[in-house]
């Protein structure tokens, strides 16, 4: 990800969560607001549509773990590198990252919604994207993957206003 300023990379970065997030917000409304005109309903009975909710639903826990996991040894390793620029640029690739497998995650909920009207579906969806909007990379929280100290700190803290 390039970048000419800190304020220009958080941006970016906002762009691209903003954009991401709309696509499941896109299905979950149209799902809602054709509900009682056009149904996908798979033909499940009621312990199957359950199982089914609750082997998605460990699945995708399994898969929001290994990406929180990810993300902090990406940016251990990055605590190394020499430069505030460098730092953020290669963690803006690992937070890109997180973010299109957590926007694929809110995503599945409401995709399960649609194929089998199970309203479990509907709360992992309001729980997943929560999950997105925690997980959403602020200058506090780049700072604290970065570790960083000092006036770096006070650069991305501020977004690149303070030394102006």
Do not use: C
Not at 27 to 41: A, D, E, N, P, R
Not at 151 to 157: A, I, S
Request: proline residues 2%; charged residues 15%.
């Amino acid at each position: 990800m390039k970048f000419n300023s800190v304020k220009e990379y958080f941006f970016r970065l906002n762009n691209a969560g903003y954009q991401l997030a709309m696509v499941p917000l896109i299905v979950f409304i149209f799902h809602y607001s054709t509900l009682h005109t056009f149904s996908l309903k798979l033909e499940l009975s009621e312990l199957s549509m359950y199982y089914l909710f609750m082997s998605s639903s460990m699945l995708l826990l399994i898969v929001l773990t290994v990406v929180h996991f990810y993300v902090q040894a990406a940016a251990r390793k990055l605590v190394k590198a020499i430069g505030l620029g460098l730092k953020l640029e290669r963690l803006g690739r690992v937070l890109l990252r997180r973010l299109v497998v957590l926007a694929l995650v809110v995503f599945l909920m409401p995709v399960g919604l649609v194929f089998t009207h199970h309203t479990g579906f509907a709360i992992g969806f309001v729980v997943a994207l929560l999950w997105y909007l925690v997980n959403w990379p602020t200058p506090a929280q780049v700072s604290n993957l970065l570790q960083l100290k000092g006036d770096e700190k006070e650069m991305v803290l501020s977004k690149g206003e303070a030394f102006k």
